[in-house]
Nanobody, 126 residues
């Protein structure tokens, strides 16, 4: 079975940092790109970041560019989202998702993803 397990959420003050993890299993890691999405109460799910596989190209939403960094550990089949300089508007439930192949122009669209993990809550207080 395909599984994506997001973890690492929590509560942090504005300006702080946190790292989310997305542990994957059940598929060939190199064949699937991984995206990070978030959804705040009353808002639509938003594409945050994406890492292509196997080339490792990365993509970011304008709202997190320069503050968030996505990376992967091939040995652990895990993708990370390092979040720095956090802001209250980053508060949301964060999800990771997997999509087969390359989608450099559509990575931000949730409908293209094949598999989703459960969310992990991030709360940033001012």
């Amino acid at each position: 079975d395909v599984q994506l397990q997001a973890s690492g959420g929590g509560s942090v003050q504005a300006g702080g940092s946190l790292r989310l993890s997305c542990a994957t299993s059940g598929f060939t890691f190199d064949d699937y790109a991984i995206g990070w999405f978030r959804q705040a109460p009353g808002k639509e799910r938003e594409g945050v970041s994406h890492i292509s596989r196997p080339d490792g190209d990365t993509y970011y939403a304008d709202s997190v560019q320069g503050r968030f960094t996505v990376s992967s550990d091939n040995a652990k089949n895990t993708v990370y989202l390092q979040m720095n300089s956090l802001k209250p508007e980053d508060t949301a439930v964060y999800y990771c998702a997997a999509v087969f192949g390359s989608h450099r122009h559509t990575w931000h669209l949730s409908r293209i993803y094949d598999y989703w993990g459960q969310g992990t809550q991030l709360t940033v207080s001012s």
